[in-house]
């Protein structure tokens, strides 16, 4: 299903489907801008813990890296077994080692409010473990390989999603993937591997090669991501919901939609919901316009086997 929102008017334009940077973008809520030595309040209310996993893979130039993928969890109160939400970040338009960890704590809030377990891994590359070697190198605007980021994006989200399963407060069988800007595009990767467990993914603003500043809305080779997607449409099973807005300024709307219909004819299962311009950006949508989005993120959820908590 693609929904296309113009001034909180909904018109559905199309039926479910199933036939068929140089500086990226990380928009971050204030609480997680701040410096990376300033002393971090801990979300005690909604259980805050960090770990760290070794993983290993590949850049694009076929080198092998090793590095700790540092991993914030938040949980209800209570043993569980909660479903799992693994919530991954997107790239960061200006300095990768910011923040120290990534923590989306408004946006857990939510998610733990709704029953989850949460996990969102900062995948190596960056935070404070450090920016360098960079396995999400894509290479010069004209000359973009994606799918070397793909795979290394989603090999780290996987080996987190089986370090989550094995906690016992939560429920394997019952996981929903959520991922912003490279963190959507990686989303949509990983979903396509069909992990055990996976029910739903959740796209917001997914995609590569943005640069607002010189090519607003347009990113670096968009074909080829049109390709990357017609290739995880092929495999992947899940029910997923796309969100993008009006006035992405990585991602104009002509390609977010060609990139979905690309999606479902090779054979992906998506909703396609197309938000109005939101703020001066609405890459920034996921951080700073939940008001906005929790309402399609829900109606997604209770159609998918996660009703909200207690219901």
Known sequence: MSIIFKKSVFYTVCLLCLAGVDTMAFAMPQEEAEPAK???????????????????V?????????????????KPAGPGPFPVVILNHGRSATNRAEPPRFR??????????????VFEPTRIGYGEKGTTPDPEDSGTCNNKSYAPMAEA???????????????????????????????????????AKNPAGLVAAINFA?????????????????????KMYETFGAS????????????????????????????VKAGGKAEYALLPAFAKDGHTLFASGMKIWEPVVSRFLDENGFPAAGR
């Open 58 to 74: 590949k850049d694009m130039y076929g080198r092998d890296i090793s590095g700790e993928v540092v991993i914030t969890a938040f």
């Open 104 to 117: 989306y704590t408004q946006q857990a809030r939510y998610f733990v409010r709704r029953g989850f377990a």
């Open 38 to 56: 300033a002393a971090i309040k801990w979300a005690t209310d909604i259980n805050e813990t960090v770990s760290t996993l070794p993983v290993a």
């Open 236 to 263: 992947a099973k899940a029910p997923m919901l796309w969100i993008y807005t009006e006035n992405d300024q990585y991602f104009g709307p002509r390609y977010s939609q060609a990139w979905h219909a690309t999606f």
């Open 206 to 226: 997914g995609g590569s090669g943005g640069n607002p500043a010189e090519r607003p809305g347009e990113p670096c080779q968009p074909n080829r991501l049109e």
């Open 153 to 191: 994006a989603s090999t780290e989200i996987l080996a987190v999603l089986e370090y989550a399963k094995k906690q016992s407060h939560v429920d394997a069988s019952r996981v929903l993937i959520v991922g912003q800007s490279v963190g959507g595009y990686s989303t949509v990767a990983t979903a």
